[in-house]
């Protein structure tokens, strides 16, 4: 049995990893403002993360041996986090995204070939520049430099100190019906349903995705089984390109798929990429976890993703 601090929590994969770290015995206690409240038998201190004073108070002496920090977006609110829990807990995980990896977001980024997915090193936390000062209290701001925002709260854990700190940085989630809150898969699922056409780029690329409870998995396995430190690809194998993903949802849907060029009108489908936005996921399997493939699971989170989605008429 280990004490484990959940930071967020309250939807979706963090959700399913309070269940199971609950289940699988460990102590568990929630950190959110309220939004969500775990399940019976974890702990849940209701505060703002970012009210540093506020968070020392509702810790109390509280320590862990794991904090899994699920919505840490920011160099300000990782400088936070590593402070309040520097000697509180031995080992610090944080969910972060494939996004680091875009280099529309960041100039120091140069794209690689085509058939290369992406290593961990392609983005070293621990010579990230950092910037605190810019305005990541602003929602449009922070929404626009989400990617930026996502490195530099690695770099700033990655350089704290007081615990071991490690990144899991996930692909494209999908699964899990409504419950998968961006709406990215439904989008195709209405328009394959509707008989209308999906936006693509001309020369799209693929990109990798891994299922909600695949990566609720591995966060419990990064949590109380692994003991690596720094950055983790996570994605399931097999990579997708937009029309593979289109042509799966038009399966399900027992309808043709249909295209039409990306514009300024129409702008492109979520997952639809002019680079290769693929990521090498070597490094966990060398470190013992198996990955399902997008095949064994994409069929069961279009079913899910179709049962919310309402029939419509075919345009013309």
Known sequence: MQRICVIGG??????????????AGHQVTVINRGSGRPPAGVEHLVVDRDDEAALLAALGPRTFDVVVDQVCYTPVQAAIAARVFAGRTRRYVMTS??????????????????DTPVPEETVDPATWPVDPGLPW????YLEAHYAEGKRQAEAVL????????????????????????????????RRVRAGEAVAVHAH?????????????????????EADFDGPLNACSDGPLDVHALTAAVAAQAGRAPRYQPATAAAPASPFSFERHY?????????LGFVFSHTADWLPGAVT??????????PTA
């Open 10 to 23: 309250s939807r979706y994969f963090g959700k399913l990893l309070v269940q199971r770290l609950r289940a």
């Open 97 to 114: 995204t494939i996004e680091v990896y875009d280099p529309a977001t960041a100039a120091a980024l140069a794209p690689l070939p085509a």
């Open 137 to 140: 209290h602003d929602a449009a």
């Open 158 to 189: 990655t350089r704290a100190g007081g615990f071991t700190f490690a990144s899991v940085r996930s692909a494209h989630v999908l699964g899990g019906g409504a419950r998968e809150f961006t709406g990215r898969l439904a989008h195709y699922t």
């Open 204 to 224: 799209a690329l693929p990109t990798v995705f891994i299922h909600f409870a695949e990566l609720a998995e591995l966060l419990h396995w990064a949590a109380t």
């Open 278 to 286: 693929a990521m090498s996921n070597a490094r966990a399997k060398e």
């Open 304 to 313: 899910e993703a179709l049962a919310e989605t309402p029939t419509a008429v």
